[in-house]
């Protein structure tokens, strides 16, 4: 993962891929809604590379967790 668009805590935040956008050939746009906690309801985005999808549609709807560590996120499936 690349950067979240706006700054989140360090932490866990179960979320679900509400948009998906491809950027170029490698890397990919996604629009999370936070689902638990202070932050829910909250829509990021968060630009990913390598997503093992051919069609970046089929990763809308997916529940996911978004992982902040350092400032840097990463989305778990």
């Known amino acids: 993962m690349e950067s979240v668009d706006f700054a989140m805590h360090d ?3 179960d979320a679900f891929v509400v948009w998906a ?3 170029d050939d490698t890397r990919v746009a996604l629009e999370l809604t936070i689902t638990t906690g202070a932050h829910k309801g ?3 985005t968060v630009r990913a590379s390598n ?3 051919r069609d970046v ?3 809308v709807g997916l529940p ?3 992982r902040v560590s350092a400032g840097q996120p990463h989305v778990s499936w």
């Open 11 to 13: 932490g866990e935040y």
């Open 21 to 23: 956008d491809a950027l």
């Open 42 to 44: 909250d829509v990021v």
């Open 51 to 53: 997503l093992p999808v």
């Open 57 to 59: 549609l089929d990763l």
């Open 64 to 66: 996911c967790t978004l």
